[in-house]
């Protein structure tokens, strides 16, 4: 039993990180229908900015939980920068441009920043310091789940909660869901289209940003590849879920982290990528939208 | 703009203005969908704009709400604070911030969103709460977006749709469907409504309310356009009427003189039935 637990909570903890990343594929997505492939950049960007800040930090001595806090924050503020950036040059001057266009473009941006990163930092992987600290009162249970499994979950619960929140009560959440159902109708009524758009990168690049610094504490160590991973599974799991859609960005999150980690567990860690694609084939056969995404019907 | 308005202000005298449009032109390639249109348009008046399909009346409003930037001539608004402004080249959340609303021939509506919410959203190029603001909820974006729900229930009460305001869009009936329209773009206060085929699908019924709702909003003091082809509506509303053919207008006046107009009975129904009716 405490095995099973075990392999349902490290599953809660791919869920939360696959979930920070993809709510960022399905945000642009349901604003602009564009699947922003260099979103899992953004997130790798994160980590090396958090690995490049703490490390000065360090060196200058600041105290721990400075060191912690002014990390992340440098990794958010940096990430965001990047995506709101990427939106502007990539895919700002493509808007009207038939939809592949800007796939081509996100595939381009997304293969610039990889190796990008990897001229200007190494191909190397690199050891990433522990930003999360192994709590005290934690260790009863630390044979059932790790203090930092503890952070990346409640952290992700936060988020999910704001994010929940400002689309639903805030004057900009109700600008980005009239931009999403209307961009052109959005504009007649006042919406500063483009701002929204650009609001929507960057709290998409935030999120990735906190999902890489988490990860990458976690595990203990990056390179410039860990994006393109981490992208594709945050992806599968956005449109399991439902692309567009933010509870299904949840939900298939936590499908897939869980599948993948009772596979791993039960079978073997060879075929967790084998039964999480299975699954997202079956439930596509099943759900061709997703499990919560509105397939659209064409009005004649 | 001061030199302008100086020009202005000295042919006024006639009546109150409140957009002038200066040989408006649009093309498409090698389409020419609206050619050279002038046209004034006068303060707290309902003009309505007819003429047969495919006249370019929507590339009309589409130009006029930046939807579409004009390939030549002037679009000129007169603002209620007697600045004159230049509307072409802005786009469309810009124009709508200088006082002109519309609504659309198929309801565009936000189908997932409430009807308050729809409402609400009209508010929004006039407050000023940024994102900070609506993260943080300081006082005075609670006390902003109190005031912005009051006046939400007071428009929705005004077109009579206050028993939907939980209603998602979607889910109203055809008639509601479109005075939400008109509500959501009266929500932007602006100076000028822009209704593009407002009575169309609409039964009897439904289209008598509406005639009733435009007269009253116009008793608000705002000017209202309107693209119809009811002509019973047209002509018991419109207190002016322009009539587009092929691009241009072809002729413009008082409701009983359109009427009566040659080229216009040519336009609508052909050469040679003229001397029939």
């Known amino acids: ?300 | 703009m001061k030199i302008w308005a100086k020009t202005l202000s000295g042919k006024k005298s006639n009546m109150e203005l409140l957009l002038e449009i200066n040989s408006l032109t649009m093309d498409f390639g090698g389409i020419r969908a609206l050619d050279h249109l002038d046209m004034q348009i006068a303060k707290g008046k309902i003009v309505a704009l007819i003429g047969p399909n495919g006249a370019g009346k929507t590339t009309f409003f589409n130009c006029l709400t930046g939807i579409y930037t004009p390939s030549g001539g002037e679009l000129i608004l007169h603002t209620r604070d007697q600045v004159v402004q230049k509307l072409n080249g802005l786009k469309p959340n810009q124009v709508t911030k200088r006082g002109l609303a519309r609504t659309f021939q198929n309801i565009r509506l936000f189908p997932s969103m409430t009807v308050l919410e729809n409402v609400m959203i009209g508010h929004h190029c006039r407050t000023k709460a940024g994102v900070l603001g609506a993260v943080f909820r300081g006082k005075k974006t609670r006390y902003e977006e109190a005031r912005i729900i009051n006046q939400s229930y007071e428009i929705l009460e005004n077109v009579g749709l206050s028993s939907f305001v939980n209603e998602f869009a979607k889910n109203l009936p055809y008639g509601a469907q479109r005075r939400l329209e008109i509500a959501r773009a009266l929500a932007t206060d602006p100076q000028l409504l822009l209704l593009d085929e407002p009575a169309a699908g609409m039964n009897p019924q439904e289209t008598d309310e509406l005639n009733e709702l435009i007269l009253k909003i116009r008793d608000q003091g705002l000017s209202i356009m309107l693209i119809e082809h009811d002509m019973r509506l047209v002509m018991s509303l419109s207190e002016y009427i322009f009539v587009m053919d092929y691009g241009k207008k072809i002729a413009e006046g008082a409701p009983e003189k359109i009427q009566n107009n040659p080229a216009v009975i040519k336009a609508y129904l052909g050469e040679d039935i003229e001397d029939v009716t």
Not at chain 1, 54 to 60: D, N, R
Not at chain 1, 223 to 232: K, M, P, R, V
């Open chain 1, 1 to 300: 039993m405490d095995y099973f637990i075990e392999l349902f909570l490290s599953g809660l903890t791919r869920s939360s990180i696959y979930a920070l990343i993809a709510l960022g594929y399905t945000m642009v997505y349901g604003i602009i229908g564009l699947i922003n492939f260099a979103h899992g950049e953004i997130y790798m960007i994160g980590a090396f900015t958090a690995l490049i800040v703490s490390t000065v930090l360090a060196i200058y001595g600041f105290p721990f939980f400075a060191i912690v806090a002014l990390t992340v924050l440098a990794a958010i503020i940096w990430s965001s920068a990047y995506g709101y950036t990427v939106e502007k040059i990539a895919y700002k001057p493509l808007r009207n441009a038939p939809r592949l266009s800007p796939l081509i473009s996100a595939i381009g941006m997304s293969i610039f920043l990889q190796n990008y990163v990897l001229l200007a930092q190494t191909s190397d992987f690199l050891p990433f310091p522990a930003l999360i600290p192994e709590f005290q009162f934690m260790e009863p249970y630390a044979h059932i789940i790790g203090s930092s499994d503890l952070v990346i979950l409640l952290t992700t619960i936060t988020v999910m909660v704001l994010l929940t929140l400002l689309i639903k009560y805030t004057k900009t959440g109700q600008a980005m869901r009239a931009t999403s159902q209307d961009k052109k109708m959005a504009m007649l009524v006042g919406i500063n289209v483009d701002k929204i758009i650009g609001i929507t990168f960057i709290i998409g690049s935030a999120l990735a940003a906190i999902g890489g610094v988490l990860i990458a504490s976690h595990i203990g160590q990056i390179n410039f590849y860990i994006g393109f991973i981490a992208g594709i599974k945050a992806f599968t799991a956005a449109v399991l879920g439902g692309i567009g859609s933010i509870p299904g960005a949840f939900l298939g999150s936590l499908i897939l982290g869980l599948t993948e980690s009772f596979a791993t567990g039960y079978v073997s860690s060879d075929y967790e990528d084998v039964f999480a694609f299975s699954l997202l084939v079956l439930i596509l056969i099943f759900r061709p939208a997703g499990l919560l995404g509105k397939s659209s019907i064409e009005k004649v």
